[in-house]
């Protein structure tokens, strides 16, 4: 990293607001895109009950004045499964490729009831409706829905079956063609690279043994319709804690093209509970210099946060957006000058303070040269379901 760029450097932050609630819903997993038009996207999971339910759809959002002000919500994915964690991005030629996984856990009824009472305060009112609603799911909807993962095995509440997605509008969001599957998924879905194909870097399942590495990158040349598997990349560092039979992994990872064409990314790091250990949550990052065919071996950067999101911005430095899950909780973003050899970590940006530890998901956009837009969800105080906000903040380049 030049010092002489990151000292000549500050950053303001010019104001945060709530752009959307659902009443008495939980909302999460945003992301936001920019258009070549200057119109600004916004996806997001919502009309749920909780951080983990069977009613979950997929929202889109616009705005035409950089984040000023927002359209209303709209419904453009409802599978009979949970829709969550959405990405989108936009192709040169406008098209909004949205990306969400759908969900859903076995034998709710009677398998996990008393663990979600447990999870959660107002589940015991809501549960009944959660029963009504799964039980309308048969086999079929399963297997159409979520063919990507193998049927949970019994007793195992981290399993579940999953399907991969993505949906395409050439219109600005008014209509849409069908679903497509995809062989990963992440929660800030493909990124664009520059000869217009879509790389997707991602999980190829929620869960893999240890020796089949979790997280692939594969290419489409078709705007999401099809992918080509190019390689998978390292998912398990080394273990350096003290539980037993521990395990490290590398989980929702995303990925940037500089402008040489080095591909950069980057994953959140997650490790079998260790007591002495509980702040072990440094993002990892792998880079690809043949278009993403090979990576390096992940390595640990200095930034705490989870998960990554990665966006290169008009002097043609990086940025990595993230939440920082720990006391004092909030959102937050570091630079690299250098096309990720070194990141600016002593300069982190502090984008907004969150007062709840469920939050964050953070995508930042370019909004208008030097002038930045992160969108986020979080909780407005702790006994309140989850809302979605921006914080608009901008780069001031020192004389």
Request: proline fraction near 7%.
């Amino acid at each position: 990293m030049s010092g002489d760029r990151s000292a000549a450097m500050s950053v303001e932050i010019l104001g945060s607001q709530t752009i959307c609630i659902q009443p008495g819903k939980y909302i999460g997993w945003p992301t936001a895109a920019i258009a070549p038009d200057g119109v600004i996207y916004a996806v997001f999971s919502g009309d749920r009950d909780a951080h983990v339910c069977p009613f979950g759809k997929i929202f889109l959002m616009h705005s035409l004045d950089q984040g000023k002000s927002w359209s209303l919500p709209q419904v453009i994915a409802n599978s009979p499964l949970d829709d969550r964690d959405a990405g989108v991005c936009v192709c040169p030629d406008g098209t909004l490729v949205v990306s969400w996984f759908t969900s859903h856990f076995g034998d709710y009824a009677w398998q996990y009831k008393v663990e979600y009472l447990r999870c959660y305060s107002d589940a015991e009112n809501r549960w009944p409706n959660w029963e009504e609603k799964i039980a309308q799911i048969s086999p079929d909807v399963i297997s159409q829905w979520a063919p990507s993962y193998e049927s949970p095995s019994a007793g195992d509440f981290l399993k579940r079956w999953m399907g991969f997605w993505t949906v395409r509008s050439k219109d600005g969001g008014k209509t849409w063609d069908e679903p497509a599957l995809s062989p990963v998924y992440a929660p800030h879905g493909p990124t664009v690279l520059a000869n217009s194909d879509l790389l997707y870097v991602g999980m190829r399942h929620l869960a893999r043994p240890q020796g089949e590495e979790p997280i692939g990158a594969a290419r489409s040349r078709d705007q999401g319709r099809s992918w080509e598997l190019l390689a998978t990349i390292n998912g398990f560092p080394a273990y350096h804690g003290s539980a037993l039979n521990g395990l490290a992994r590398l989980a929702e990872p995303h990925v940037i093209e500089t402008r040489s064409g080095k591909l950069i990314g980057m994953a959140r790091y997650e490790e079998t509970k260790d007591p002495q250990n509980p702040f072990q949550s440094h993002l990892w990052q792998f880079d690809s210099e043949d278009g993403g065919k090979t990576w390096s071996t992940p390595r640990e950067t200095e930034i705490i946060g989870k998960p990554p999101f990665l966006s290169l911005t008009g002097n043609g430095d990086l940025l990595a957006s993230y939440a920082y899950r720990h006391e004092p909780h909030g959102e937050r973003a570091c630079f690299s000058h250098d096309e990720g050899h070194t990141w600016d970590f002593a300069n982190e940006v502090l984008i907004d303070d969150a007062p709840w530890g469920d939050h964050g998901y953070v995508s930042t956009v370019e909004s208008s040269p030097g002038n930045f837009l992160s969108l986020y969800y979080r909780k407005e105080n702790p006994h309140d379901k989850t809302v979605l906000r921006v914080t608009h903040w901008r780069r001031i380049e020192k004389r």
